[in-house]
């Protein structure tokens, strides 16, 4: 008899298939065994997909926070006394010109040059970057450092001017806010004699903790003014930093930026600093989701093995269906149904039991902290990154896609081979 696909009966029946007793000729312990397992493997794609995520999302949020979005620099050129540099001489009207630009929060000239610090018989080799104050305080990963110690209060005032340093400098020469230490640069005073070293003392007034390592045991904040007498660079920058509303659309802004600035601009990106590290992230986030699907796949399986042995077991049912009309379509479905309805209930439960798993990811680390003994306040300080999960709607979607997916697959042979068997064979010995 023709019936309309899916119809209320088909559901009935496949119901009925689902909760049937092992002793009433169903698969029901099959059916719980494959449910759990699509259920724990969806959980560890959404989960594992939202780890990750978040491990991304911390990472730039860490570049971002201590790093220019957008260095606006020079193109090499020839000095009216025959010199090859980058010196920004305009730096000031260009760096005007770039904020005007929309989309633009700030843009920072900067004085950058490597020097040792020292202090008493400790040595490290440092960048010193040269800023002004107000500039200084509009970074978040400096001057936001929830671990930070001292303040930029007395940043470039006073005689000997107030400096910041990394945590990792200051561990690396034992330093702390008071203290003295000393700049010392190879390119230093130019006398009748030629250039001697420089060697300039500065006080400790700040020492922040950006969660960097390369940052936090490397960097210097010298106040603008102060790097450009340093570093013998009066008058001039050697970059604009510039610092976006929108960092992630980058790429976008930068035919602005190099407009404004000039036409001997060149630009280099936070995606161009940190873009190799991404693209290994992205590839491992690949690999990863490659391996979980397979673990989805095994468990879609196990309703493949379910619907074959409720197939095999419901043989007279399936001939009794066929000899009062039923057609091979509506078996067909009703099988589809019974799998489907597995892969449906595990997916929504994985997803489920991952969003919980996501949301409450700083309780599980404290449980595994308890269980396990580690610290991890030490080793974050150290400089390793325990992020929070992420959930993304786009890793969802592929964790719910795929799942159901795999699931309605597999689901098509056992139910071909009900709709397909013979009502003569299924019933001849009955």
Do not use: C
């Amino acid at each position: 008899m023709k019936t309309a696909p899916f119809a209320p009966f088909e559901w009935m029946i496949a119901w009925r298939y689902l909760r049937a007793r092992r002793a009433e000729g169903g698969v029901s312990t099959m059916t719980w065994i494959s449910l759990i397992g699509v259920t724990l493997a969806v959980f560890a794609l959404v989960a594992t997909l939202a780890v990750r995520a978040g491990f991304r999302a911390e990472f730039v949020d860490t570049v971002l926070g201590t790093d220019a979005h957008v260095t606006v620099y020079s193109q090499l050129y020839v000095t009216e006394t025959g010199q090859t540099t980058r010196a920004l001489t305009d730096y000031a009207e260009m760096a005007e010109r770039v904020s005007a630009v929309g989309g633009v929060l700030r843009a920072a000239p900067l004085v950058k040059g490597q020097v040792l610090a020292n202090l008493r018989a400790s040595n490290a080799g440092v960048e010193v970057f040269g800023i002004t104050k107000p500039d200084l305080l509009e970074i978040p990963g400096i001057a936001g450092s929830s671990q930070s110690l001292g303040s930029l209060e007395s940043f470039g005032t006073g005689p000997g001017q107030g400096i910041a340093i990394g945590s990792g400098v200051a561990r690396e020469i034992a330093a702390s806010v008071g203290d003295k230490i000393k700049l010392i640069s190879p390119n230093g005073v130019r006398t009748a004699f030629g250039t001697s070293p420089r060697v300039n003392a500065y006080e400790v007034a700040y020492i922040f903790h950006s969660g960097r390592f390369l940052v936090d045991k490397t960097r210097v904040f010298l106040p603008f003014d102060e790097a450009q007498a340093y570093f013998n660079k009066e008058g001039v920058a050697d970059e604009i930093q510039v610092m976006l509303a929108e960092p992630e659309a980058v790429d976008a802004a930068i035919p602005a930026l190099l407009e404004a600035a000039g036409e001997r601009a060149l630009v280099w990106t936070w995606r161009d600093s940190a873009g190799a590290f991404l693209r290994a992230l992205q590839m491992q986030d690949n690999a990863l989701f490659i391996l979980l699907a397979i673990l989805v796949m095994i468990a879609t399986m196990n309703i493949v093995s379910g619907l074959i042995m409720l197939v095999k077991n419901k043989g007279r049912d399936i001939g009794i269906l066929r000899t009062v009309g039923l057609t091979e379509g509506a078996i067909l479905r009703v099988f589809l149904i019974v799998g489907a309805s597995i892969g449906v209930v595990g997916t929504a439960l994985g997803v489920g039991i991952g969003v919980l798993f996501a949301l409450n990811i700083e309780s599980i680390y404290q449980v595994v902290d308890l269980v396990t003994g580690q610290q991890r306040q030490s080793l974050e300080r150290d400089g390793y990154i325990f992020p929070p999960a992420l959930l993304l709607w786009s890793d969802l979607a592929r964790a719910v896609g795929l799942s159901l997916g795999l699931s309605f697959v597999v689901t098509i042979f056992p139910a071909r081979r009900a709709a397909r068997m013979n009502p003569v064979e299924a019933l001849r010995y009955e």
